[in-house]
């Protein structure tokens, strides 16, 4: 498995920008797909974005898609979300995710590795 690490979360106004960054160890970072998700008081985790191992190929949830960018620094084993244009309905706690393959996936539970969130508060 591999250990994560969230930061960047806070609180910001709407039409604001906050970038998430996730630290890894552990399994080689760089064989790893990685996916941020996120889940809202009262409702279930769900998919932002992913991206492949080598960097590639990404991937976005409709509602985040051309605000948010993933990318992934695999020399310094960090994954990062750049989120702008934030809008109230983006509060949730935000999470990274580590899966044992190249390919990412939208599906929560094909990552077997996952950071303790970081909190996002967009105020409208």
């Known amino acids: 498995q591999v250990q994560l690490v969230e930061s960047g979360g806070g609180l910001v106004q709407a039409g604001g920008s906050l970038r998430l960054s996730c630290s890894a160890s552990?399994?080689?970072?760089?064989?790893?797909?990685m996916g941020w998700f996120r889940q809202a008081p009262g409702k279930e985790r769900e998919f932002v974005s992913a991206i492949s191992a080598g960097g590639t190929v990404r991937d976005y949830s409709d509602s985040v898609k051309g605000r948010f960018a993933i990318f992934r620094d695999n020399a310094k084993n960090t994954l990062y979300l750049q989120m702008n244009s934030l809008k109230a309905e983006d509060t949730a706690v935000y999470y990274c995710?580590?899966?044992?393959?190249?390919?990412?996936?939208?599906?929560?539970?094909?990552?077997?590795?996952w950071g303790q969130g970081t909190q996002v508060t967009v105020s409208s």
């Open positions: 995710a580590a899966r044992p393959l190249t390919m990412m996936s939208r599906r929560a539970d094909l990552y077997d590795s």
């Open positions: 552990g399994r080689t970072f760089s064989s790893s797909s």
